[in-house]
Structures are given as structure tokens and as C-alpha cells.
């Protein structure tokens, strides 16, 4: 079935960093969405994009919708320890309107303090 | 609002046990899926449902039967438990098929021995 590439599968940073993650394929999408699990709960929605170029904040979150439309980008600034969690990247595909998200494999995030 | 709702949170099964995990969502939405999660294979769809009365495999439905006799509420059946099926579960649903995103539970820790 289709994939997404979502990188890096980990990171480990220190509270105040910046952190950069992404997610990629080689098909069109039609939305984005930014997902992130906190541990021993299930994934909660951050973000959602749906067109090609749209950057949306939320908080110290930002996420972009690629030019191309074969990828996102989410960016965290000045992290903190309650960011600890995975971060999931999921799309639509284009003309894809009666198909289910696809889902990246998630980003692990560890903050030291 | 309770959202989506998951039972049990921990089970424990022997191989060749059956049971059924419940979801239940108070949202009113029409979509509802089960995946499940292991460590770096991210969410991987089982079964999932657009509609009541509907049923349909998603991309890893082996060794799975489910049902969706009320609108609210999406059973998975694991007719003869195999340690393969130790995972995390989760349920989620949508209003619509991925534009909007889906509201997952918390997860059901299954662990067969």
C-alpha cells in the first residue's frame, strides 16, 4: 500500500531546542494532518493542512503543506518537557476524497531537561 | 462529552483465548476504524466501518472479525488469540473520511501469552 516517510524515527534534544521533522511520499496529497501521542494515550490532532503551501501555527507548533505536495514539514520551537511524546504524520491522498488516512511510522520525541 | 471510548484498557488472553475489544463514540460519526501499534511500525489499519452495518478490511485484518451493529459502537473480534496479536489497539472516528481527522481512545494494552 501507499507509505509515508516520516523522519527521523527518533530525536533526542535539549528543553529550549528547536525541533524539525518531516514526512514524505511519492504521491500527490490532498491534506496533511500532525498528530502526537503522549505516552499510554492515544494520538491527539495538532494540526491540519489543505493546500499546497499553507503554513499553520498552533502554539509553538508550526507545520507547512509542501509546495509539491508530496510532503510536510512540523517544527517545534523552544521545546519543552511535556513535548515528550510520538508525532504522527497522516495524509489524504489526492482524489482520494472515499480513501482512509495513511499514516506515518512516528517521530519520537525525548526532551531532556 | 466522552469522545471515543475504549474497553477494556489491559487484557491478558492465553493463545487460542477469544474476546472482543469495544468502542464506543458519542460524536455521532459516521467513520470508525481499529488499528494497531508496534513499536516502529506506527498505526497500522485493521478493519474499518462507514457506516452502520458496514464493514470493510484495512491493510491488516487477518485473524480479525468485526461489527458494526449500532452507529456508536465498533466491535473487534479476536476469534483464537495468538501472541503475533500482543499489540496496542485503538479506536478512532471521523464525521468525515480523512479531511477532518480522527478522534482516537485511548488504547487497549493486549498482551496474549
Known amino acids: 500500500g501507499q507509505q509515508l516517510n516520516q523522519s527521523p524515527q527518533s530525536m533526542f534534544i535539549q528543553e529550549g531546542e528547536d525541533v524539525s521533522m518531516n514526512c514524505t511520499s511519492s504521491?500527490?496529497?490532498?491534506?496533511w494532518l500532525w498528530y502526537k501521542q503522549d505516552p499510554g494515550e492515544g494520538p491527539v490532532l495538532l494540526i491540519a493542512l489543505y493546500k499546497a503551501g499553507e503554513l499553520t501555527s498552533n502554539g509553538r507548533l508550526t507545520a507547512q503543506f509542501g509546495i509539491t505536495r508530496k510532503d510536510s514539514f512540523l517544527n517545534i520551537s523552544a521545546s519543552i518537557p511535556s513535548d515528550v511524546g510520538i508525532y504522527f504524520c497522516a495524509g489524504q491522498l489526492n482524489g482520494g476524497s472515499q480513501g482512509n488516512l495513511i499514516f506515518g511510522k512516528g517521530t519520537k520525541l525525548s526532551v531532556k531537561p | 462529552n466522552a469522545g471515543v471510548t475504549q474497553t477494556p484498557k489491559f487484557r491478558v488472553l492465553k493463545t487460542g483465548q477469544s474476546m472482543t475489544l469495544l468502542c464506543a463514540q458519542d460524536m455521532n460519526h459516521e467513520y470508525m476504524y481499529w488499528y494497531r501499534q508496534d513499536p516502529g511500525m506506527g498505526l497500522r489499519l485493521i478493519h474499518y466501518s462507514v457506516g452502520e452495518g458496514t464493514t470493510a478490511k484495512g491493510e491488516v485484518p487477518d485473524g480479525y472479525n468485526v461489527s458494526r451493529l449500532k452507529k456508536q459502537n465498533f466491535l473487534l473480534g479476536l476469534e483464537s488469540a495468538a501472541p503475533s496479536q500482543t499489540s496496542v489497539y485503538f479506536c478512532?472516528?471521523?464525521?468525515?473520511?480523512?479531511?477532518?481527522?480522527?478522534?482516537f481512545g485511548s488504547g487497549t494494552r493486549l498482551t496474549v501469552v
Open positions: 504521491s500527490i496529497f490532498n491534506t
Open positions: 478512532a472516528s471521523s464525521y468525515s473520511r480523512g479531511s477532518i481527522g480522527y478522534t
